[in-house]
């Protein structure tokens, strides 16, 4: 145990001493956002997978691998082509039309300035949707490392929950982008290694991949059918769609739009995408592994299976070794907490405090206010993070299905379609983050069916009838549409 608490402490230092590195180079509120749009493509792919991952891709996906046991791969499945697409239709465009459109710093405020809103009515409208939604998100995050800590150290859950949060506002607090996206690449690239590591030895104490599976088939040979699920039952449409379905996500995260807005150019992002998509494809199949392998490594199985790869690290693994592994978790939760706050704390400063009462603000201003903005953002999702019952997984897929509806579908027209106006933005955010909250509530048939997918589908319908029905864009929003499709094609 004291060489695992040694391992944590020794983590956190680093992770802090980074954001000092980074608070010396962050001088005005675009380098605070966005690093001055100075990311090359590795620090780019590894930041938007880390911060994408977050705690449920060490806890909650090998969680409900070890439940759901080859039906995971539906859902690691749809989040990697989910990866790959939005890299490939999204990064490049956005990377330019975010700069076109006066160098808008933040998703809100990219919706005002593509289409020119004076009202700021977009603006709020999204902001007011990103802090909603990344209350549960960063909250998320807060419960695993909570769990980290009281499985590790035997911390008091509130306590565990605590310390997490401390440690997360610490760098956010002073580094800004820089920070998060520096201490993203270490905390992936230790990720992705434990990810590979864990699952290898669970597997070679059972006689491998043949010895996993044999152990997985006598205790259930359903966990190997991926069309039915641990009962024996037929996995059905409604089920398959709903795994396949987290995929759509990708379009609408904020966290993970704003490592597009920040690559040094657009001419990176071929060599960011292929990057971004192995680190991607190689977590997501450890994560599973890691559920598998537990079936035959546990067979008592385990009360939360949320906890089964720190309870795999510390059976199989010397403290030293499994103290750096238990990093990961904390790299997982830290990498995407991190970058929800700074999102979160963006969207205070730029879109609620300049947007509506400082339009005069200076940059030193707007810094201080997103600063104290991340601690008030942080108390309130720890608040929210203290129940001890919460799921990681569900919190995760409510904020994914949330940001995916409102925004995909607004974002990827507003890249692609000259007509889109600002009453297809506004209808479109508004239509897809209403039905998403609506859609959780009710139950039965169609309406068990992942709340992302008919949040999309409406978005979509809600976005082309209010541009139809409405006027066209003015001539300067086209011209601008066209300019930026020249430098995209160029």
């Known amino acids: 145990m004291v060489t695992v608490t040694i391992t944590f402490i020794l983590y956190l230092i680093l992770m802090l001493a980074i954001g000092i590195v980074a608070y010396r180079r962050t001088q005005d509120l675009s380098d605070y956002v966005l690093g001055g749009r100075n990311l090359g493509p590795i620090p780019s792919a590894l930041s938007a997978g880390a911060s994408d991952m977050s705690g449920w891709l060490l806890m909650g996906l090998p969680g409900y691998a070890m439940a759901a046991g080859y039906g995971s791969f539906w859902l690691a499945g749809g989040l ?15 990377r330019v039309y975010s700069q076109r459109a006066d160098d808008a710093l933040t998703l ?11 009202s700021h009515s977009l603006r709020v409208i999204s902001a007011i949707f990103v802090l909603a939604f990344f209350l549960f998100y960063t909250s998320s995050g807060l419960v695993a490392g909570g769990k980290l800590f009281e499985t590790v150290f035997g911390f008091d859950y509130t306590i565990a929950v605590l310390v997490g949060a401390v440690a997360v506002i610490s760098y956010t607090l002073f580094g800004g982008f820089l920070a998060v996206s520096w201490t993203d690449v270490v905390q992936g690239l230790l990720m992705v290694g434990a990810l590979i590591l864990v699952p290898l030895f669970a597997m070679g104490e059972i006689g491998g991949l043949s010895g996993t599976l044999a152990a997985v088939e006598a205790k259930n040979p359903e966990l190997l059918n991926m069309f039915t699920d641990a009962e024996g039952e037929a996995i059905t449409l409604i089920g398959t769609l709903s795994l396949l379905g987290w995929g759509l996500g990708y379009f609408g995260q904020p966290h993970i739009l704003a490592r597009f807005k920040g690559i040094k150019s657009k001419d990176h992002v071929p060599a960011a995408r292929r990057i971004a998509v192995i680190w991607s494809g190689i977590s ?38 499994a103290g750096i592994l238990l990093a990961a978790i904390l790299a997982a939760v830290m990498s995407t907490a991190d970058s929800q706050l700074l999102v979160s704390s963006s969207a205070l400063a730029e879109d609620f405090y300049k947007a509506l009462f400082n339009q005069d603000a200076s940059q030193e201003q707007l810094v201080k206010v997103g600063r104290i903005a991340v601690v008030v953002i942080a108390i309130i999702a720890t608040a ?33 379609w000259k007509r889109m106006n600002k009453a297809g933005a506004l209808a ?13 509530q009710l139950s039965g048939g169609w309406f068990d069916v992942y709340e992302i997918i008919p949040g999309v589908l409406f978005a979509f319908v809600a976005i082309i009838i209010a541009s139809l029905v409405t006027a066209p ?18």
């Open 108 to 118: 809100p405020a990219f919706f005002e300035k593509r289409f020119e809103d004076n």
């Open 80 to 94: 990697l082509v989910g990866t790959w697409l939005n890299w490939l239709l999204v990064a490049q465009r956005l």
């Open 428 to 440: 479109g955010i508004i239509t897809g983050g209403v039905t998403v909250v609506v859609w959780k």
């Open 284 to 321: 997501m199949a450890g994560a599973c592994l890691i559920g598998l392998a537990a079936i035959g490594y546990l067979p008592e199985g385990l009360g939360d299976n949320e906890t089964v790869f720190m309870v795999l690290v510390d059976a199989l693994f010397h403290p030293a070794i």
């Open 384 to 416: 929210l993070a203290m129940d001890k019952d919460s799921k990681v997984l569900a919190l995760v897929s409510y904020a994914w299905a949330g940001f995916g509806a409102a925004f995909g579908p607004a974002l990827i027209l507003s890249l692609y």
């Open 473 to 490: 864009p003015s001539a300067s929003i086209q011209q601008r549409f066209d300019d930026v499709e020249s430098e995209v094609k160029s």
